[in-house]
């Protein structure tokens, strides 16, 4: 360590300066593992500033124009260079040596000029943001300084002074005549100092010279000029600065890090700051989440002894019991300490988690059942947690996931649950036989006409409670959410339009300005009464917003369907429910704890209150429904044949997880329907179950089965066919993978390439075509819209125009045409339009559609073309389709004008934002990773500094991931092989 140093301090600098300091990331021996490797590696610029950023609001020279302007300290040192060689008389060129003094903080101070305490180095940055020497301001010599000079200094500036300081030490212990000897020989090489800096433009290219160039090195290149090639480098290149504060405070976080892992690893009781994290993530909690504490039921559940021992744990609380922080922090202890992956599994996330009741619902839980199962089986080092907060027959659950259960009836604000039949409202109570206790009347006076308009008193039950505090309607449709948030309106008084007006109207403009210029009529009604309604009609950035208004108070009252109880964390201080109903299914149990649970804002409320509305012929469907237990979980595998049993049965072969039907059998003996196969019916065992879909899978062509002679035993082993391993790589439902084929295969014969239109039916989802129902005159009126070769595919797939007009004109059709196919066609019209259009609005104006399902339509379109597209590569006879669909994908997935796709990939830039960038010249990636960010904001309107530094910065992260990928095809083409013939 040097000596210390006269005493340095910083004077104040302009706020620009200093935010432009505080705003910079140490990357040194304090830095992330992954942050060192990239440094080490000299890796390319994009990969540093994903870890270590920069501010480039500002030029470090200001408006200098040389660096002589004023008596820069590059003169100073100049001039004390030239002082201590004239006074020193060293032969630089036989000795390669340079004395300026003591390096002070990365700094050549000469003794004579700047030793004594009444000459003080003082760093002083002006409002052109230049350094200078300040020779008035003086420092007492006593004061010891709060950081050093260096902590202003770019790397290569402290690199450069570490490798002179190097040289320096060494020719001072080595005699004269030996640095004489070096500089002749020829052999040796020296790199230049400049050369160490990452960021150099030059950093990969190391300078080697000789011994007549190594002398002339230190005789022509003085210390200022190299600070000052140095000083301009850094410049251009937006380096880093290096603050000791900021190097303490990493370093304390990286030493709790490694203190953790330890500790995490021996299991010990005692197990860190925060539950095994560094003291940084309470703070970051605290700070962003508001969390001081954590429930004491989080604190036993996060030290049991299961889950120091990476053991599986499934854990159940009541909805709005604090789970999901929990599953958190658990997160964290295996990114963070133990270095692990984690599985996100929507739409909670854990190490492998999800709300476990749903895999008893449908498609999905058998996927989830499928994805548990694989784990289970080939992965014996995973941990899987899973919370939910219904849970009934929790020992089957554990027996699948071979996990521990902990439980706990925690719930941080009580929830009072009531009924209203007429106007009376009563209590849920178990005790009394009939479920119910009277709690009291309404009291409200009504007309006759809204009585008519709301005979439920849903205006009474909401205006107890708004606009001061939130409230959630539960309806059974989504037309029913329209309809009542529109109704609550009608009826409400003036003085609500004045809460929080100007927000309101914010909302507004905002929603205007997602749906280019276009608002939904009932929206613009019902916000400036604070009132919206929500569900998937809404397009994602709408529901967002909405979610948003509501969570932050804008918005008091939402008419939402069953949906968001399961997606969203929305509480309410009331939560009432329209009607026992989703669509035309009465409640489960499951479904009703859901919604209710939103009822109670902790930290808000002291209570939340839960209002079930009742027709009095459903009475006695409502006490069966409060008093009820929760409904038990049940596999789905044979519920969901071709998505759940035959699909899995299909990957088992395909993965070579399992290849015999005795290993086939092992297996799902391992699935929740092994450990529920007591339930099934007498007829059929599980092994018949799995006998018959190993035949259908064979009979689909999917399979092979053939007697395999092995260690003299005879078995029977199964392998995958090409269709079969393309139908699992590619994800395809096994109910349409032939139809696919087939319709693949008859595309060969005649594809229609003048537009996208034939594509796009070969891509348009199968499963979606059972919930269309279109509207023939709008088919007919699309169709005739068409070219004529467009029209030919219609008739390639079987749809003439006859029969649209015979279906137009409600004559009666005798052709038989597959109406799956009719409606699949009249979906493809709907993207087709969506992709000349790119307006989501506007189409859904024209199909007379929800502007939700619209998007829906996309999003899944994209999804099936994606593995459309994988089905293709593992099947050589559809190359053909490889590129079509590959560019096809794109489109459907940004829904952009093909120009603006490279934008679209920019983290950051949606299709409004890529028209900006586009128009404004920036055409390509590329443009958009050389961009300047302040550029960028004066060019394009409404654009941020930050957003402006984002866009460039994710344009470099991906320009560079993209050269790396051709680097490695580079590197793969040239490797030598190892089998040539003769060698």
């Known amino acids: 360590m040097a000596e210390p140093g006269p005493a340095v301090r910083r004077k104040s600098c302009p706020d620009s300066v200093r935010k432009r300091r505080q705003a910079l990331v140490v990357c040194s021996t304090v830095c992330s593992p992954v942050a060192r490797k990239k440094l080490s590696s000299g890796g390319e610029g994009p990969a540093v500033e994903a870890t270590c950023s920069n501010d480039s609001e500002e030029d470090m020279f200001g408006d200098y124009d040389s660096f002589y302007g004023n008596d820069s300290l590059l003169a100073q040192i100049d001039d004390t260079e030239y002082e201590h060689l004239q006074d020193r008389n060293k032969d630089i060129k036989a000795d390669g040596e340079l004395i300026l003094g003591n390096l002070k903080s990365g700094i050549y101070q000469e003794k004579d000029n700047f030793s004594t305490s009444e000459n003080m180095v003082i760093l002083k940055a002006d409002k052109a943001d230049a350094f200078e020497m300040n020779k008035n301001d003086l420092l007492d010599s006593n004061q010891e300084p709060t950081e050093s000079i260096s902590d202003d200094l770019p790397s290569s500036q402290l690199l450069y002074f570490a490798k002179l300081n190097e040289l320096s030490s060494g020719s001072r212990t080595s005699p004269l005549s030996e640095g004489k000897r070096k500089c002749k020989k020829s052999s040796d090489k020296i790199r230049s100092p400049l050369s160490f800096y990452p960021h150099d433009e030059h950093r990969n290219r190391p300078t080697d010279v000789s011994s007549h160039s190594n002398c002339a090195l230190f005789k022509t290149d003085s210390l200022k000029d190299n600070l000052k090639s140095a000083m301009t480098g850094n410049a251009k290149a937006q380096t880093l600065q290096v603050s000791k504060t900021k190097q303490l405070k990493e370093a304390v976080l990286s030493e709790e890090?490694?203190?953790?892992?330890?500790?995490?690893?021996?299991?010990?009781?005692?197990?860190?700051?925060?539950?095994?994290?560094?003291?940084?993530?309470?703070?970051?909690?605290?700070?962003?989440?508001?969390?001081?504490?954590?429930?004491?039921?989080?604190?036993?559940?996060?030290?049991?002894?299961?889950?120091?021992?990476?053991?599986?744990?499934?854990?159940?609380?009541?909805?709005?019991?604090?789970?999901?922080?929990?599953?958190?922090?658990?997160?964290l202890q295996e990114l963070l300490c133990r270095r692990k992956d984690v599985l996100m599994i929507l739409p909670y996330v854990a190490i492998v988690q999800e709300k476990l009741h749903m895999l008893g619902e449908g498609s999905r839980g058998a996927m989830l059942e499928i994805t548990l199962a694989k784990i289970l089986y080939s992965s014996k080092n995973t941990q899987i947690i899973g919370m939910s907060a219904t849970l009934n027959n929790v020992g089957d659950l554990q027996k699948f996931l071979q996990a521990e259960y902990y439980t706990n009836n925690f719930r941080p604000v009580e929830l009072k649950e009531y009924v209203k039949i007429g106007g009376t409202v009563y209590a849920t109570d178990s005790k009394t036989e009939s479920g119910f206790t009277f709690s009291r009347f309404l009291n409200f006076k009504y007309s006759s006409n809204l009585q008519k308009a709301d005979p439920d008193h849903i205006v009474a039950l909401v205006t107890e409670v708004?606009?001061?505090?939130?409230?959630?309607?539960?309806?059974?449709?989504?037309?029913?959410?329209?309809?009542?948030?529109?109704?609550?309106?009608?009826?409400?008084?003036k003085e609500f339009r004045a809460h929080r007006e100007k927000e309101k109207q914010d909302l507004i403009k905002h929603l205007k300005n997602i749906g280019n210029g276009s608002i939904c009529s009932v929206l613009k009604h019902t916000i400036p009464y604070g009132i919206a309604y929500h569900h998937s009609g809404l397009t994602n950035d709408e529901r967002k917003s909405v979610e948003e208004a509501y969570s932050a108070g804008v918005l008091c009252l939402l008419a939402c369907t069953a949906t968001l109880a399961a997606g969203v964390n929305l509480p309410a201080r009331r939560v009432i429910l329209r009607a026992p109903y989703v669509a035309n299914d009465f409640l489960k149990k499951n479904q009703y704890k859901q919604m209710i649970g939103r009822a109670g804002r902790a930290g808000i409320d002291s209570a939340g209150e839960s209002i079930l509305i009742v027709q009095e012929k459903d009475k006695h469907l409502a006490q069966r429904l409060v008093n009820s237990p929760l409904e038990n979980c049940y596999s789905n595998l044979l519920l969901e044949l071709t998505k759940g049993m035959h699909s899995l049965l299909l990957s088992l072969v395909g993965l070579k997880i399992a290849v015999t039907r005795e290993e086939v059998n092992t297996f799902m003996c391992s699935t929740l329907l092994g450990v529920q196969q007591h339930l099934l019916s007498k007829e059929k065992s599980l092994s018949e179950v799995i006998k018959d879909g190993l035949e259908?899978?064979?009979?689909?062509?999917?399979?092979?089965?053939?007697?395999?002679?092995?260690?003299?035993?005879?078995?029977?082993?199964?392998?995958?066919?090409?269709?079969?391993?393309?139908?699992?790589?590619?994800?395809?439902?096994?109910?349409?993978?032939?139809?696919?084929?087939?319709?693949?295969?008859?595309?060969?014969?005649?594809?229609?390439?003048?537009?996208?239109?034939?594509?796009?039916?070969?891509?348009?989802?199968?499963?979606?075509?059972?919930?269309?129902?279109?509207?023939?005159?709008?088919?007919?009126?699309?169709?005739?819209?068409?070219?004529?070769?467009?029209?030919k595919v219609a008739d390639i797939l079987?749809?003439?125009?006859?029969?649209?007009?015979?279906?137009?004109?409600?004559?009666?059709?005798?052709?038989?045409?597959?109406?799956?196919?009719?409606?699949?066609?009249?979906?493809?019209?709907?993207?087709?339009?969506?992709?000349?259009?790119?307006?989501?609005?506007?189409?859904?104006?024209?199909?007379?559609?929800?502007?939700?399902?619209?998007?829906?339509?996309?999003?899944?379109?994209?999804?099936?073309?994606?593995?459309?597209?994988?089905?293709?590569?593992?099947?050589?006879?559809?190359?053909?389709?490889?590129?079509?669909?590959t560019e096809l994908t794109k489109q459907l997935t940004y829904c952009v004008k093909t120009e603006l796709i490279p934008l679209m990939e920019v983290a950051g830039v949606l299709e409004a934002r890529a028209k900006q960038l586009y128009n404004a010249g920036y055409k390509t990636l590329a443009h958009l990773a050389n961009a300047n960010p302040e550029t960028l904001v004066r060019m394009i309107e409404h654009l941020s500094?930050?957003?402006?530094?984002?866009?460039?910065?994710?344009?470099?992260?991906l320009l560079s991931e993209k050269a790396e990928a051709l680097q490695e095809e580079v590197e793969e083409l040239l490797k030598v092989p190892t089998d040539i013939p003769g060698t």
């Open 798 to 885: 079987g749809v003439p125009e006859s029969f649209i007009t015979k279906k137009a004109s409600g004559q009666a059709v005798k052709k038989n045409v597959d109406s799956t196919v009719a409606n699949r066609l009249y979906l493809s019209f709907v993207l087709y339009t969506l992709l000349k259009e790119t307006n989501i609005w506007s189409v859904s104006e024209k199909f007379n559609m929800s502007r939700g399902y619209v998007q829906n339509l996309l999003n899944s379109a994209a999804s099936f073309a994606s593995c459309v597209l994988h089905f293709c590569e593992e099947l050589e006879e559809f190359w053909v389709y490889k590129a079509l669909l």
């Open 945 to 957: 500094r930050r957003q402006a530094r984002q866009i460039v910065s994710s344009a470099k992260m």
């Open 466 to 493: 708004i606009p001061k505090y939130s409230c959630l309607i539960f309806c059974p449709t989504k037309k029913n959410c329209e309809n009542v948030a529109s109704m609550v309106c009608k009826y409400l008084k």
């Open 696 to 791: 259908h899978l064979i009979e689909k062509g999917l399979l092979e089965g053939r007697m395999s002679e092995k260690n003299h035993n005879s078995k029977y082993t199964l392998t995958i066919t090409p269709l079969g391993r393309a139908t699992y790589k590619g994800s395809i439902d096994l109910a349409y993978c032939n139809l696919l084929y087939r319709e693949l295969k008859k595309g060969l014969e005649g594809l229609v390439l003048e537009s996208n239109l034939h594509l796009l039916y070969l891509t348009t989802p199968y499963d979606l075509t059972f919930s269309c129902n279109p509207d023939w005159m709008i088919y007919l009126r699309q169709f005739s819209q068409l070219s004529a070769a467009e029209q």
């Open 257 to 331: 890090i490694c203190v953790a892992r330890k500790t995490i690893e021996s299991s010990s009781v005692d197990i860190g700051p925060f539950y095994g994290l560094p003291s940084k993530v309470k703070d970051l909690f605290r700070q962003f989440r508001g969390i001081e504490t954590l429930y004491e039921w989080q604190h036993d559940c996060l030290m049991l002894e299961s889950l120091q021992q990476r053991k599986n744990l499934i854990y159940s609380l009541p909805t709005s019991g604090g789970k999901t922080l929990v599953a958190e922090i658990i997160i």
